[in-house]
């Protein structure tokens, strides 16, 4: 048996310190989890999605594509629908997002016939070229974005957005 024997201050002291460390590691490791989790998991991000849409059908005029994927919030699996405009430039196929740059509203092409030939975002009259350069003159900040695009099967398959590659700044 030891000599050193342990007052009741000392093991008052020693076990408040544990039980306080305890409870403060229950506190932290959820806030850690959190802010770690994200990054340990795998992103599905980068997928393509298949449209119904015949590469052979492509034609130099921009037409309206919808593509669905799965989006997974949490725990909360939903399907999303998405809108493309697609067309081709020469051997290019083009995919441009619908968002007008100016307050996210969804613009049409050819909807303006004072303006033909062009994207049209009815909110503020904004106007995009055909390969999604801002008008000049007009409320849209940038050009609109691109989507990736790869041909499978003979369908399109529409990936992730980037910025616009078409517009020369």
């Not at 849209?140 to 099967?153: C, I």
């Amino acid at each position: 048996m030891s000599n050193n024997r342990v007052s009741r201050r000392q093991f008052l002291s020693y076990t408040l310190t544990g039980v306080g460390g305890f409870m403060a590691a229950g506190m932290l490791m959820p806030m850690v989890r959190f802010a770690i989790d994200p990054v340990l998991q795998n992103h599905g991000g980068g997928d393509f999605v298949e449209t119904s849409l015949k590469v052979a059908d492509i034609t130099e005029e921009p037409t309206k594509v919808d593509f669905t994927f799965e989006q997974l919030d949490a725990w909360y699996k939903s399907d999303v629908t998405n809108v493309a405009w697609v067309y081709k430039s020469g051997d290019k196929i083009i995919a441009l997002s619908p968002v007008c740059k100016h307050l996210g509203c969804m613009v049409d092409w050819n909807a303006d016939s004072g303006h033909p030939e062009q994207f049209f975002c009815p909110c503020h009259a904004g106007r995009y070229t055909k390969d999604g350069g801002n008008v000049a003159g007009t409320p849209p900040l940038g050009p609109l974005d691109e989507y990736d695009v790869q041909e499978k099967d003979g369908l399109l398959l529409i990936g992730p957005t980037k910025a616009n590659t078409l517009v020369k700044k």
